[in-house]
């Protein structure tokens, strides 16, 4: 069965960075879009990045944009989040997620089948 852990996770102050990991397993990883989404207490789930099948394509929610970077390493079945520049408004549980086949929109949930569940990363000012 397909299995996603998270890692990377933590506390941090504002201006600071962390690194995310999502190790795969139970998948042919490369053939998979993978995406990362974020939940803050008492907010929706919403998008944070994506990462298409070969590494060369990625897309951001504007509201990380410039500050994160996705990127996978398809011989480690490993898809991270490079994120610097932190902010309080980035505190929430991230988790990565494998993209449906046909997606259509990987910038929904929906599109994705796979879930981790969760790493916590605080930011504070």
């Known amino acids: 069965q397909v299995q996603l852990e998270e890692s990377g996770g933590g506390s941090v102050q504002a201006g600071g960075s962390l690194r995310l990991s999502c190790a795969a397993s139970g998948l042919t990883f490369s053939s998979y879009v993978m995406g990362w989404f974020r939940q803050a207490p008492g907010k929706e789930r919403e998008f944070v990045a994506l990462i298409f099948r070969t590494g060369g394509t990625a897309f951001y929610a504007d509201s990380v944009k410039g500050r994160f970077t996705i990127s996978r390493d398809n011989a480690k079945n490993t898809v991270y989040l490079q994120m610097n520049g932190l902010k309080p408004e980035d505190t929430a549980v991230y988790s990565c997620?494998?993209?449906?086949?046909?997606?259509?929109?990987?910038?929904?949930?929906?599109?994705?089948?796979?879930w981790g569940q969760g790493t916590q990363v605080t930011v504070s000012s």
């Open positions: 997620a494998v993209g449906k086949g046909g997606g259509p929109d990987y910038r929904y949930s929906d599109a994705y089948d796979y």
